[in-house]
């Protein structure tokens, strides 16, 4: 696994790893997958889950969906965190399982990597065997970063993510016309791009103005997801293939996007991780 850089000032908020698998639903006119068989089995597999996490120290426990609601297929259902600590955190519901982290606590992949390979293993043995799982139809690794006004050096998040990282979008000079001042445009961009060399793999992207959690201010929020929508099979080797696969890609397009020395000064390098 090659090392990575890591910095004292990360724009990182939120890292999510995801597999997810099929479940019985019946799909509403809204849209929602409903689940509509809360069997013995999802009951048996939570509470061999809860009793293992809480050995590896997630000793408290939140139910995310009301106990009167029918849950909503591939949505976490319950969320285990660590006493008095945000990240890393555990969810699990009806055909997903996510391991999320974020600062304080997070210093790297390779930091984190054995505490989502222990906590993958803990959701397959404890996995009854009338649950039949025995490939995830998804695997995915979430970025999601918050460059704010102590990173743009005064830029408006449209010039900054523009000129810095390099996400341009041609406005028709019609539209252009009509705007007081083009630096101040609010940007929403998004894109899925299929992944070269691979079938089933894709990157979602996303550049946007916008708040993270109580921040008064605006900041330029990055949003990458590396996604494997082919069979993987259920095995933890299999699975962090994937993720290690996943993070090469995204580390690399994030250090490139980066590469303005400006921007790389204020994120502060520290070191390479071992």
């Known amino acids: 696994m090659e090392k990575t850089i890591t910095f004292e000032n990360a724009p990182l908020v939120e890292l999510v790893v995801e597999v997810r698998w099929p479940v019985k639903s019946v799909k509403l006119p809204n ?16 509470k061999g889950l809860l009793e293992e996490l809480q050995k590896a120290g997630y000793s408290s426990m939140e139910r995310i969906v009301p106990q009167e609601m029918l849950p909503i297929a591939q949505q976490p259902v319950f969320r285990f965190t660590k006493a008095g600590e945000k990240f890393p955190l555990v969810q699990f519901g009806y055909g997903v399982f996510t391991v999320n982290a974020g600062p304080p606590s997070y210093v790297s992949w390779e930091n984190l990597r054995p505490e989502v ?11 009854p065997k009338e649950a039949g799982v025995e490939s995830f139809e998804h695997v995915s690794l979430r970025y999601i970063d918050s460059f704010e006004e102590k990173h743009r050096d005064g830029q408006s998040n449209y010039a900054f993510i523009r000129d810095i990282l390099g996400v341009k979008v041609n406005l028709p000079q019609g539209l252009v016309d009509y705007a007081d001042d083009i630096d101040n445009v609010t940007p929403t961009i998004a894109m899925r791009l299929p992944v070269k060399g691979t079938t089933g793999s894709t990157i979602m992207f996303q550049a946007a103005a916008g708040r993270i959690g109580q921040q008064p201010d605006l900041s330029s929020i990055i949003d990458m997801t590396f996604a494997v929508a082919n069979k993987t099979q259920a095995k933890v080797h299999e699975v962090l293939s994937v993720l290690d696969n996943a993070h090469t890609v995204l580390h690399d397009w994030f250090m490139k996007i980066t590469k303005d020395e400006r921007l790389t000064a204020s994120m502060a390098p520290l070191k390479q991780a071992k």
Do not use: C, H, P, V
């Open 31 to 46: 849209g929602m997958n409903i689940i509509t068989d809360t069997s013995a089995i999802f009951d048996q597999w939570y």
């Open 117 to 127: 390979e222990r906590n993958i293993g803990l959701l397959l043995s404890m996995m």
